[in-house]
């Protein structure tokens, strides 16, 4: 064989090889003990963490978190609040000032490393606010396993984002992205994003968290809690076990989370419940007036987890907690914080819900939020109008769940203010443009895949990735992978319309010819993106006759959807403007024609789509 032949033959089974292996899961496993003074707000902790290095790669340094650095004064978290005066995060503002910037000394957020060993060798390291390099002594080869030990202090910082103390509902402390969090090393390198405010991603971890606090407190938390008789509050027949400071120590695990989570209060109450083939769900909260629906909210919680499971895919983990705390909602592993007092149960229940859908997506899934927030946020926002429309069906009649969703990102294209989904989570310049591209915008990614591939397949879709990559951490080509196969359809071209620009939807009907026998409609694209177009008759007999006019760059086209069966005419190339066709009904026929009377293609502007016949 040729030398400079078999050279080549080598290196391109190599990339063969490096392409089928790229996919690679870090883990990691922690073992903490943290003893809390609760008087000060401040933590003395001990850490002991195994990580595995599953990738390909010899790594010299590793990367941790340590997100409480961010609340202080001259932060970068102060800085991108400040630069952005009014469009920035509310929560993080008064009047378009950050409230960062006048923090006081003492109670500002801090997570102050002691000192960091590998294989109990001392180790150098550097602090960039949130994000501390580590040297390694012995690099970490690929398909090994090093042992860290560190310890460190910290302050809970003053209630502003998330973590903290003494939020406005009179919750002690929210503590979460708490302690030194290794970083998530993958395919892409590490995820070493600063904490500005948002999202998190992190490796799948097992936690086993010993939590020394003074003996009146009650603990809720993401895991399972392995001392219930020891402690206050979860089991009638407990007998505290204190130390000689009137402390006691909750002992928690958890397996195959990105975090552990956990709040403190003095007037928690700790109520469960069993979901049918689901978990349990505990709600850890201060029982009075303003949290009266709490107890009503049960029933709805129980058929939201039976829902998700029937249709997305089985919660893994046997717990879940809904714990009164933070700064609105959030969610961590196998938990989420929320405020707690509601004026309106579906309010409550719409918070749980959503909260409770993210338990899929930002944990189970794990999507990388820093990079791409419109699947963790979009995907929970999807489900989360399937299910409330279901849990509390609309007074008025509907064609969809997703009306509203749809009706509010039109309503926001108007404003010109819109960014692409696409940008990285921190790095929106308007929050509200953030929340939008975010959650609009990924939440009618699926609606306009649904349109476009018909509902049936996009049902098959989220079930198929769920199975697949649940406890992995996927990216959307994961997730066009898999609807291109099951669609049949090439799909690109949409992703990247509706992900990485801000063009839009704009169909309309232009001219209506009736003839004898027949009627001609003119339709026109005077938007950005192509799209399908399903065009529709209500007879005149009140029958609804449907027809799919395929865009030729998906290569095949549905039949049929949820909504109807279709008759599929010739397609519409995308270059072309207008569109003509001609249905067999005269106009005595007809009582009204259209573009989707479903109301799921999110058209920016619906006045020229629809005609009635009189």
Request: net charge negative; charged share 20%; aromatic share 14%.
């Amino acid at each position: 064989m040729n030398k400079g032949f078999f050279i080549i033959l080598t290196l391109f089974f190599g990339l063969l090889s490096a392409q089928k292996n790229a996919y690679s899961q870090q883990h990691a496993k922690y073992k903490m003990d943290i003893d809390v003074d609760a008087k000060n707000y401040t933590y003395e902790g001990k850490q002991t963490l195994t990580y595995t290095n599953n990738s390909p790669d010899e790594l010299n340094v590793v990367y941790f978190h340590l997100y409480w650095n961010a609340f202080k004064p001259g932060s970068m978290m102060d800085q991108r609040v400040t630069s952005q005066g009014k469009n920035g995060d509310s929560r993080l503002q008064i009047n378009g000032v950050s409230t960062l910037a006048s923090i006081p000394k003492d109670e500002e957020g801090a997570q102050n490393i002691h000192w960091i060993k590998q294989n109990g060798k001392d180790l150098k390291f550097e602090i960039q606010e949130t994000i501390m390099k580590v040297y390694l002594n012995s690099p970490l080869k690929a398909n090994s396993s090093t042992l860290f030990t560190m310890e460190w202090d910290a302050v809970i910082p003053m209630q502003i984002r998330r973590a903290g103390r003494n939020n406005r509902e009179g919750i002690d402390m929210t503590v979460t992205q708490w302690y030194p969090k290794i970083a998530e090393y993958d395919y892409d390198g590490w995820a070493t994003f600063d904490y500005i405010g948002r999202e998190f991603h992190a490796p799948f971890s097992d936690y086993e968290v010993n939590i020394k606090i003074d003996k009146n407190y009650v603990i809720g938390a993401g895991g399972t809690l392995e001392n219930p008789l020891e402690v206050k509050g979860y089991d009638p027949k407990a007998t505290l076990k204190t130390d000689k400071n009137n402390k006691t120590t909750w002992k928690w695990t958890a397996k195959n989370l990105l975090d552990f989570a956990w709040a403190a209060d003095r007037d928690y109450t700790v109520d469960s419940f069993v979901v049918l083939n689901g978990p349990k769900v505990y709600y850890v909260y201060q029982k009075s007036e303003k949290t009266k629906y709490w107890e009503e909210s049960k029933p709805f919680v129980t058929q939201f987890f039976q829902i998700m499971n029937a249709t997305f895919g089985r919660y893994v983990y046997p717990s879940y907690s809904f714990i009164q705390g933070g700064d609105g909602g959030m969610e961590y592993g196998m938990c989420t914080m929320m405020l707690g007092e509601a004026r309106t149960l579906d309010g409550l229940v719409g918070l749980m819900v959503h909260e409770g859908g993210h338990s899929y997506n930002q944990q189970i899934m794990a999507y990388n939020e820093s990079m791409r927030p419109w699947m963790d946020e979009g995907f929970t926002s999807y489900y989360d109008d399937i299910i409330m429309h279901q849990l509390f069906p609309p007074k008025s009649p509907q064609a969809n769940p997703f009306t509203t969703s749809i009706d509010r990102y039109r309503n926001f294209v108007k404003r010109g203010i819109e960014e692409p989904a696409g940008w990285l989570g921190d790095h929106h310049d308007n929050g509200n443009a953030y929340s939008f591209a975010t959650y609009y915008k990924g939440e009618l990614f699926l609606v306009q895949l649904g349109y476009i591939m018909g509902e049936q397949n996009l049902a098959l879709v989220m079930r198929t990735f769920y199975n697949e990559w649940n406890l992995k951490h996927p990216t959307d080509r994961d997730f066009m992978n898999i609807a291109q196969k099951i669609s049949g359809m090439d799909l690109k071209w949409f992703h990247h319309y509706w992900i990485n620009t801000t063009k839009t939807i704009d169909y309309g009907i232009k001219e209506v010819k009736y003839d004898e026998n027949s009627t001609t409609i003119t339709l026109e694209n005077k938007g950005t993106i192509p799209m399908p177009i399903d065009f529709s008759i209500l007879t005149a007999d009140k029958k609804v006759v449907n027809f799919q006019i395929p865009l030729n760059m998906t290569q095949t086209w549905k039949s049929k959807d949820i909504y109807g069966d279709f008759k599929t005419i010739p397609y519409w190339p995308w270059t072309q403007k207008e569109y003509t066709l001609t249905i067999p009904y005269s106009k005595s026929q007809i009582s009204a024609l259209g573009i989707d009377f479903s109301q799921r293609l999110a058209d920016v502007n619906l006045e020229d789509n629809l005609v009635e016949v009189k």
